[in-house]
């Protein structure tokens, strides 16, 4: 008795300092605030979702059976299917899911203050994204680890198994230009970063064939060589950087590197994966949870100020990173870190085929992506420790603010962010680069605010070299997720193109891999390419694409996980899926309009393309712009298709899954649950008799 | 104590990294199909790459 009341005073504690803390961060007007309340307020809130909220979710709603064999008992080969210890499948299943999204997202998103991008990241994630990968996970553990395309077309019917498809591949294409587009930004004139991204390659395949030759499967061994090796190209950059006979080899325009990323991605597409994605893989992986752990030790011991206002003005929809309106903008930006479609790839799939026991599906599906939601809270503290002047300058392309420093530098300081050239250039030869105006894509002001916080906390001599660092590191595995889903979109295409011609279905036949991942590549390889020929910078087209086709895959999946717990007779509790999807769908829907029938041109993308075309026909645009012109023209309308496409698969997925329910509900034949039958669990009573 | 601390950590990071992966095979090999011919660690190593790289795996 005396144990229980305790332990309610603990968690009242909890729930006080957490609201404490959220209205410290929302109604804090002073000059700054500590970023310590930002890590108090996440940890409280997770703290709580993750012990009342999964808790009831996991034992009245999905109702959990620890006694019910999983896939991996039933199924278990040895290879795929494995019984496997918790906190392993809670590693793999992060390190799956926790990519470049959560980190660039925030970045962006900081341009309306730190508080809508924060209360976003939080809100969405524990009532949204955490929820969508927990239901998604449990759903996929009871059908045999089946993927969310399958689970799609059993449970509602083709129409929602085609569009899940079709949105997998879609935003494979859309996600892999915007962070091709990133890492080409972070190159741009700069020698050191070319330099030591362009070393991570051979790196990675010397670790590939040490670890497939050298010693074959010692994958710790290769990857700590690989590691070091890492570190040694970052330091190395630097060197190249000052020598006067190589620094001009790695001094590139963006065009010209887009073209590299480019032909780097249909290599690794069809080189073996042993020799280049899976080394790089294992790098990437350890380089992401390594640096993520440091920063949260660095924002600890630390503890930032927080220079960015809770609000700017930009919430207007005159931002200059990205047009539109705070409503719906910033939750098609942060999609990573509040609630992305993508997890539920993961989540159905891959991970379910490793749980020893349905109750860690609590855990790993809810706890990762509350982990997840985490790196997009330090994201968005090391976006706001920055002086706001700087991050503008940063990250606001030439287009909207001038390609002259002394232009820029006085447009943000009439925004009330006082910056100064002096100040940009101290910064920009503190980190070692030429200039760092209008490095736009998130991750220069990601590196300068985590080569600042590091700087601070492990020592001020070496930011050039932190900052170096946290681009390689970004662009590792940035490459990574490139890579990987050149792959994935490939066997798409060759499953898709086996219908027509079982020949061109075989992925093993030379010509056809060739031919598709050509395919996919030249697919996101043009979206990449006008993004960099794009004065104004192309993130502020490819990344709103990109967030609404995330949210769209989302809202997929939320719309299978609402259907089958109305089928499954949990009609009253479907709403913990029902009341994201309807949130996600008034998002996208409304974002979508914007972005296609907005009369503004830095939201419309019709609006843009006619505005452009009349220009043209004016004669008023200098030459280098009017050349680009019509591709730029071409592609704005491109977009608008596109959106529209998106929008209206998102809603004949939603009519599709309410038909289902509405015809079960009145007693109508549907598809039937394709759950399989319950089998009791041995490994328990293994256990117990080891 | 600290000794089989270090060894169950030991043992963590090896089965979170994969480094164990053919010991592993090899155990529900023996257990599975006893009498079959068991493929060594290179020919298992490039078989289980290219298995885990067909599929989404990783994400934005």
Request: aromatic content about 10%; hydrophobic content about 50%; some cysteine.
């Amino acid at each position: 008795m005396g144990s229980s009341i305790s332990r309610r005073m603990a968690w009242l504690a909890v729930a006080v300092t957490g609201a404490g803390a959220v209205g410290g961060i929302a109604l804090n007007r002073g000059e700054s605030i500590n970023a310590l309340w930002f890590v108090a307020a996440a940890a409280c809130v997770y703290t709580l979702a993750y012990r009342f909220y999964s808790a009831w979710i996991a034992a009245r709603v999905l109702v959990l059976d620890e006694t019910r064999a999983t896939p991996a008992e039933r199924l278990d080969n040895g290879r795929d299917f494995v019984p496997t210890n918790r906190w392993v499948v809670f590693g793999h299943h992060f390190a799956a899911i926790a990519g470049p999204g959560p980190l660039i997202g925030p970045t962006l998103a900081a341009q309306f203050g730190y508080l809508p991008g924060t209360l976003w990241i939080l809100i969405g994630a524990v009532l949204g994204g955490c929820v969508q990968d927990m239901t998604i996970m449990f759903f996929s553990t009871r059908r045999d680890g089946r993927s969310l395309g399958q689970m799609a077309r059993d449970e509602l019917g083709p129409v929602g198994g085609a569009a899940a498809l079709t949105g997998t591949l879609m935003i494979m294409v859309i996600l892999i230009a915007v962070l091709g587009l990133v890492v080409v930004n972070a190159m741009k004139h700069s020698p050191w970063a070319t330099a030591t991204v362009a070393a991570t390659i051979p790196i990675a395949v010397l670790v590939g064939v040490y670890m497939r030759n050298i010693r074959p499967g010692r994958v710790l061994e290769g990857s700590l060589i690989g590691l070091a090796l890492l570190l040694f190209a970052v330091a190395g950059g630097g060197w190249i950087d000052h020598s006067e006979t190589l620094r001009p080899l790695f001094d590139q325009e963006g065009l010209t590197l887009a073209w590299f990323v480019i032909g780097y991605g249909f290599l690794a597409a069809i080189l073996p994966v042993w020799l280049l994605l899976a080394p790089r893989d294992y790098l990437s992986t350890f380089m992401k949870l390594g640096t993520i752990f440091l920063l949260a030790v660095a924002i600890v011991l630390l503890r930032p100020e927080i220079r960015m206002p809770a609000l700017t003005q930009f919430t207007d929809g005159s931002g200059p990173i990205f047009g539109g309106k705070l409503f719906p903008f910033v939750f098609i930006t942060i999609a990573c870190g509040a609630v992305s479609g993508f997890h539920s790839l993961i989540s159905s799939g891959t991970t379910p085929k490793l749980l020893a026991n349905e109750r860690d599906i609590r855990m790993i599906g809810y706890g990762g992506m509350v982990l997840e939601s985490f790196v997009a809270i330090m994201a968005m503290i090391a976006a706001t420790v920055l002086d706001p002047g700087v991050f503008f300058a940063i990250n606001s392309p030439a287009g909207v603010v001038g390609k002259e420093a002394a232009d820029a530098v006085a447009k943000i300081s009439a925004w009330g962010f006082p910056v100064t050239v002096e100040q940009m250039q101290f910064l920009a030869r503190e980190m070692g680069e030429k200039t760092l105006f209008a490095r736009t894509g998130g991750a220069p002001s990601l590196a300068v605010g985590m080569a600042s916080i590091f700087g601070s906390a492990f020592g001020d001599g070496l930011l050039a070299l932190w900052y170096h660092f946290a681009i390689m590191f970004e662009a590792v595995f940035i490459l990574t997720t490139l890579d990987a889903g050149t792959r994935v979109g490939r066997f798409m295409l060759q499953d898709f193109l086996g219908n027509f011609s079982p020949r061109l279905g075989q992925t093993s036949w030379y010509p056809s891999v060739l031919l598709t991942s050509g395919a996919i590549v030249a697919a996101w390889g043009y979206f990449l390419y006008i993004g960099v020929i794009d004065p104004n910078g192309g993130v502020n087209i490819l990344w709103p694409l990109f967030g609404i086709s995330n949210q769209m895959l989302a809202a997929v999946a939320l719309s299978v996980a609402t259907g089958i717990l109305v089928k499954s007779g949990k009609l009253r509790h479907a709403w913990i899926a029902g009341v994201p999807l309807a949130w996600l769908a008034a998002v996208t829907t409304t974002a979508a309009y914007e972005k296609i029938m907005s009369a503004d041109v830095r939201i419309g993308f019709f609006a843009a393309a006619n505005d452009l075309a009349a220009k043209l026909a004016a004669g008023s645009l200098p030459p280098g712009k009017a050349a680009v012109a019509p591709q730029l023209i071409f592609n704005q309308q491109l977009d608008a298709w596109l959106t529209l496409f998106f929008v209206v698969v998102l809603w004949v997925v939603i009519f599709d899954m309410l038909r289902v329910c509405a015809r079960h509900l009145q007693g109508k034949p549907v598809q039937p649950l394709t759950e399989s039958p319950h089998e009791p669990s041995r490994l328990v009573e293994l256990w117990v008799r080891d | 104590m600290i000794g089989s601390r270090l060894t169950a950590f030991w043992a963590l990071v090896r089965r979170l990294s994969g480094d164990d992966a053919y010991e592993r095979y090899l155990r529900h090999h023996a257990q599975a199909h006893p009498h079959e011919a068991v493929p060594g660690r290179k020919e298992f190593f490039k078989r289980e790459q290219e298995r885990k790289w067909d599929g989404v795996r990783r994400c934005c």
